[in-house]
């Protein structure tokens, strides 16, 4: 339903922007530009609590006290493993499960076939090469990402809503590891 309402309220933001960009007098689109403006940063401040409140609810829901990074992500290792940190440009491999915060699981990867990607080069979610970072060698974390380090307003084809924040339990299985892009 949250999903929904938050397409609908998109909907009529782009609705009421083409809308105000049909008047003809300058003065006009000026002070409708300006009030079209206020209304956005608005609407994102909501946007912004609302999935707050949501990842409050979720965290008490499950019981887990995370901690937080400056961006927002929320992270807890519960396993830790002996090997490497991660430094940029190296090469990762992660198993686990990523989920929408009702438990929908949208994406799965396994030891076998790992989620593998080059840090800082942009390859995956923020959130994801955050979490990364957060890691070394055979850790495994529970990490909460807020849709504008998961994949923002837009959506991942049919598995992630647009404005969505995720869940992810990640094992960090390889740093430096050697894969094909």
């Not at 960009?21 to 079209?36: F, G, I, M, T, Y």
């Not at 206020?38 to 609302?50: C, F, G, P, Q, S």
């Not at 440009?89 to 799965?108: H, P, Q, R, W, Y």
């Not at 955050?130 to 994949?151: N, Q, S, T």
Request: proline share 2%; glycine share 6%.
């Amino acid at each position: 339903m949250r999903v929904d309402m938050k397409n609908i309220f998109l909907f009529s933001l782009l609705f009421l922007f083409l809308f105000s960009s049909l008047k003809c007098n300058p003065r006009d689109e000026k002070l409708d530009e300006q009030k079209l403006k206020e209304h956005l940063i608005n609407a994102n401040r909501i946007m912004v609590k609302d999935e707050r409140q949501e990842i409050e609810e979720f965290l008490t829901h499950h019981n887990w006290n995370m901690d937080s990074t400056g961006t927002g992500l929320r992270y807890m290792i519960y396993e830790n493993g002996t090997g490497n940190k991660i430094l940029m440009n190296d090469s990762v491999a992660l198993s686990g499960k990523i989920f929408l915060l009702d438990a929908t699981l949208c994406m799965e990867y396994k030891k076998e076939s790992p989620l593998k990607f080059y840090i800082g080069h942009k390859d995956v979610a923020r959130g994801l090469e955050e979490a990364a970072l957060l890691m070394k060698e055979g850790d495994k974390g529970r990490f909460v990402i807020p849709a504008h380090l998961a994949y923002g307003l837009l959506e991942d084809s049919d598995k992630i809503p647009g404005s969505t924040a995720l869940y992810a339990e990640l094992e960090l299985l390889n740093v430096n590891s050697t894969f094909e892009k």
